[in-house]
């Protein structure tokens, strides 16, 4: 099929014209099964690729009266992250006492590798180097009104890049937490 | 040659016929890319989607199960609906409004549907209202298999999204799965 007889002038009828020279053209038809091994490959690998994915996400129960009264964690196995407006992420970790003096050791972070990924392990090294296992280490997700949901999924995303086993997504109602969101000047409302 | 390019072309138009349509999309909706690998399941989903504007639509993917859905939303509400606006909904992917304007939309010939504005679901619970988890808790009942999948627009305030998860928890659902795109690890 490399080649195509076209009848030239063969197809016309009653027309009697003085035909010259019979020229049979012949067309190569090799790049156009190309073209269709190329859109059935395109359309093949297209429609698996498709498929979006998820992302499991597990909440613990909402206590309604009684709340166990669970022993509060210790700060210093705490990371917490704050996610507030145009993609920005304020990492800190609560000091174990807060007084009056303490200052607080504020980063801002974009998402990218190089910003959040480096903290989060980070604070897991130094987890490790203190209490020995670094999956103690406890990351409180506080997001602020003016994140988005692309925020929130790249931080569970983060955390599984990471491997961390605890984590939670809290409202941000921690007395250190007013101190940051006035830092930042954004609100949690 | 001639056989080869005529399977060619035979396999092509298979595989153009099976790929699925996509559900007429009430809105567009640009989802976060993330590691996940898990793929979405086929069936027994119930889909909240929650567009830029942070309007909330919701979805199931079967549709006995939205009759049935509509059914109970008709004695709790005490709306009824006729046997065309029950035909529509059967039909209808997504929508999000007040339940009560429903029966108005539902009226609306299907090829029109696109052109009415859907102002997304009520959250407020004034008057002691509560849409959504009605809405939740019915889907719950009459297919207890169903999982939740919120899909969430980029730059889809965090407010909005807290929304479904208050109302997910007040109904007792924790599990819930995010639809993300595929991104690999290193970036």
Redesign the interface.
């Known amino acids: 099929m490399a080649e195509m007889n076209v009848p030239a002038g063969g197809g016309k009828k009653g027309a009697k014209k003085v035909r010259s020279k019979k020229m049979s053209t012949r067309v190569d038809l090799t790049a156009m099964v190309d073209l269709a091994f190329l859109l059935l490959t395109f359309f093949m690998l297209a429609t698996t690729m498709n498929k979006p994915k998820t992302m499991e996400v597990n909440k613990p129960a909402k206590e309604e009266d009684d709340k166990k009264e669970e022993p509060p964690i210790k700060m210093s196995k705490t990371a917490t992250i704050m996610l507030g407006e145009n993609d920005k992420a304020y990492c800190y970790t609560s000091p174990d006492e807060i007084d009056p003096d303490t200052k607080l050791e504020l980063d801002s972070l974009d998402y990218s590798p190089r910003g959040l990924r480096t903290f989060i392990q980070r604070r897991q090294s130094e987890v490790q180097a203190m209490w020995g296992d670094k999956d103690e280490l406890f990351i409180m997700i506080k997001p602020l009104p003016g994140s988005t949901v692309k925020n929130i999924v790249d931080v569970l995303d983060e955390m599984t890049i990471n491997d961390v086993k605890r984590y939670a997504i809290l409202e941000p109602k921690d007395p250190i937490d007013s101190l940051v969101a006035v830092t930042i000047g954004q609100s949690r409302e | 040659?001639?056989a080869?390019?005529d399977v060619?072309?035979l396999?092509?138009t298979f595989?153009?016929l099976?790929?699925?349509f996509r559900p007429q999309e009430v809105v567009m909706i640009d989802?976060?890319?993330?590691?996940?690998?898990?793929?979405?399941?086929e069936n027994d989903i119930m889909m909240f989607q929650?567009a830029p504007d942070g309007r909330v639509f919701f979805g199931l993917d079967d549709q006995n199960t939205r009759l049935k859905l509509l059914d109970r939303i008709s004695s709790a509400y005490q709306i009824p609906f006729s046997d065309q606006q029950k035909d529509n909904f059967r039909t209808l992917e997504y929508w999000g409004m007040d339940i009560r304007s429903l029966p108005e939309f539902l009226s609306v010939d299907p090829n029109e549907r696109s052109k009415v504005f859907q102002p997304g679901l009520v959250f407020d619970t004034t008057g002691n209202q509560q849409q959504v988890e009605d809405l939740i808790l019915f889907s719950r009942q009459e297919n207890p298999d169903l999982r939740i999948?919120i899909?969430?627009?980029?730059?889809?305030?965090?407010?909005s999204?807290?929304k479904v998860?208050q109302a997910l928890?007040?109904r007792?659902v924790?599990?819930?799965?995010?639809?993300?795109?595929?991104k690999s690890?290193q970036?």
């Open positions: 040659m001639t080869m390019c060619a072309f396999l092509l595989f153009i099976t790929t699925k989802i976060p890319l993330s590691t996940a690998q898990i793929p979405l399941p929650i999948a899909k969430g627009d980029k730059s889809a305030k965090y407010k999204f807290d998860i928890q007040n007792k924790n599990k819930f799965n995010l639809i993300t795109s595929a690890g970036e």
